[in-house]
């Protein structure tokens, strides 16, 4: 697998970077937030996602705790009820945030959780147990699900399951085993998902609605837009297979998992009243159905916040990850409006000047090429780039078929 400092970061696909960063960051102070990337074959969604795990710092649970019981708020049915001092008794170990990925053939009791046959077999003192599955196993880290339509299309047990587990913040998993009691446990995981709308069985908003709107922001995955980017590419593509890391890139890839985990400490951000107004005035001026884009949109911005290490949250954090969080949740003509009706305010100088930046927004909705970038502020990491090149992949194209 490649290694997450060797994926070359692109227009196309920095959006999902950041994202990624931006729900594991979230994921470790205890609150999920749920990607969904969509895009063709070959935009490496999903081995971005997937190199993640690299860079997960580790978590605390009580020893052996499949349910990853923190030890300070324990709440699986073996430890719920222990006091701390019994707690210490058992004593505590460190692993790293769980990743666990839920596959297409996978059963309802691999997800949600079966009868323990180790147990249950034991010669010596057989006993009859749950063995927890993927879903309250990933408890404190990330859920991943490949090919996400096509799971919500052929397993609608699965999918409902999933939609517990993220119907609410942190969600709940019903396991249930003939002969067993009912367990009942909350399970604060993010899921990420990948999926290709223009593949069978199509776009999981068209497959599951209720399922693709429990995804907080859908990352529209698009191809590199230089040439140099694509020569970066090709270049990765033939240096980068699988060799060893040397030492300074591992340190590096150090580093990254403790700024993530530094980052995450900061838990005390909040919206300020003026933008929380903006918000309010969004969804009813333009009919948006779901409450959930505006819990979407605020958590996303304070995390936006956080990875860039500011302590105010501005309108730029908002219009980073507008159109993320509306692309699955309003029509393209809609967002195409709000998100010039937000640009227009900006040039105009309507928008409230407490936020103290004084650049001007990137128009996403009317490209032209080759623009100079002067979005600085706002601009993920590395080599990457902002949204605004989003629409030339997704939306406008969308907009135009429609
Ligand atoms: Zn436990």
């Given amino acids: 697998m490649k290694n997450y400092l060797q994926l070359t970061r692109h227009t196309g696909n920095a959006t999902l970077f950041l994202a990624a960063e931006m729900s594991l960051i979230s994921t470790l102070q205890g609150l999920p ?28 649970r009580i020893k052996g705790c499949l349910y990853n019981c923190d030890p300070n708020n324990p709440h699986c049915p073996q430890h719920a009820k222990l006091t701390p001092e019994e707690i210490a008794e058992i004593g505590t170990e460190e692993i790293p945030t769980p990743f666990l990925e839920i596959s297409h053939s996978a059963k309802i009791g691999t997800v949600a959780g079966t009868i323990d046959l180790n147990k249950l077999t034991n010669p010596t003192q057989p006993e009859a147990a749950l063995l927890p599955g993927i879903i309250p196993q990933a408890h404190r880290g990330i859920i991943f699900v490949d090919e996400i339509n096509r799971l919500a299309d052929t397993s609608p047990e699965i999918t409902d399951v999933l939609l517990d587990a993220m119907g609410t913040k942190p969600g709940r998993i019903q396991i249930e085993e003939t002969g067993l009691p009912l367990v009942d446990v909350s399970v604060s995981a993010s899921v990420w998902a990948a999926s290709n709308p223009d593949e069978e069985p199509g776009p999981l908003a068209e497959i599951r609605r209720q399922l693709s709107d429990r995804f907080d922001l859908v990352i529209p995955m698009g191809r ?16 980068s297979d699988d060799r060893e890391l040397s030492a300074q890139e591992q340190s590096h890839l150090e580093q990254l998992k403790t700024n993530i985990e530094n980052i995450a400490q900061q838990r005390d951000l909040e919206m300020p009243d003026y933008l929380t107004n903006f918000l309010a005035n969004l969804y009813i001026n333009y009919n948006i159905e779901s409450l959930r884009a505006l819990e979407a949109i605020r958590q996303a911005a304070i995390l936006h916040t956080c990875l860039r290490k500011r302590n105010q949250v501005i309108i730029s954090d908002i219009i980073t990850v507008l159109p993320l969080a509306l692309y699955h949740r309003v029509s393209p003509a809609t967002l195409t409006e709000i998100m010039n009706t937000v640009n227009s305010n900006r040039m105009m100088g309507n928008d409230n000047k407490k936020n103290g930046s004084g650049f001007s927004l990137p128009r996403f909705f009317q490209q032209k090429q ?15 780039r902002s949204l605004r090149d989003l629409p030339e992949n997704g939306l406008i194209k969308k907009e135009k078929e429609s």
Wanted: net charge negative; aromatic share 4%.
């Fill in 33 to 60: 937030f749920h990607i969904h990337a969509e895009g063709l074959r070959g935009t490496g969604k999903t081995t971005i996602m997937r190199s993640v795990k690299q860079i997960l710092p580790n978590i605390t």
């Fill in 224 to 239: 590199p837009s230089t040439p140099e980017e694509v020569v970066d590419i090709l270049k990765m593509d033939e240096s």
């Fill in 370 to 384: 080759a623009e100079p970038q002067q979005f600085a502020e706002s601009a993920p990491p590395e080599k990457a």
